[in-house]
């Protein structure tokens, strides 16, 4: 059974960073790509960034391009996403899920499985 577990998140001030991290078994991490989603109050999930399987690419939505990195730790079978520069509308619940089919640039919530818990991030003006 694949668990993956979102931490990491908390309150930071506009301008802030945070490092969420999203603790997996070996297995769900090897060969395959890992993606981050965050879904805000009243709306829809929406994707925020990938990685492949090598973590030799890496995708994201315009909106958090130049602020946010995905990485990927194999030793300790953890996916992180480090946050810089946040904003007001960062506030969302973070996801991390697995690739399942798809393109590398796939964007499809559709396209990945295995959700964790979440983690809550809220960035205050």
């Known amino acids: 059974q694949v668990q993956l577990v979102e931490s990491g998140g908390g309150l930071v001030q506009v301008g802030g960073s945070l490092r969420l991290s999203c603790a997996a078994s070996k297995r769900t991490l090897s060969g395959n790509g890992m993606g981050w989603f965050r879904q805000a109050p009243g709306k829809e999930r929406e994707f925020v960034a990938s990685i492949t399987w090598s973590g030799a690419n890496t995708y994201y939505i315009d909106s958090v391009k130049g602020r946010f990195t995905i990485s990927r730790d194999y030793a300790k079978s953890t996916l992180y996403l480090q946050m810089n520069n946040l904003k007001p509308e960062d506030t969302a619940v973070y996801y991390c899920?697995?690739?399942?089919?798809?393109?590398?640039?796939?964007?499809?919530?559709?396209?990945?499985?295995?959700w964790g818990q979440g983690t809550q991030v809220t960035v205050s003006s």
């Open positions: 899920s697995r690739k399942v089919r798809g393109s590398d640039r796939t964007t499809q919530e559709s396209d990945y499985d295995s």
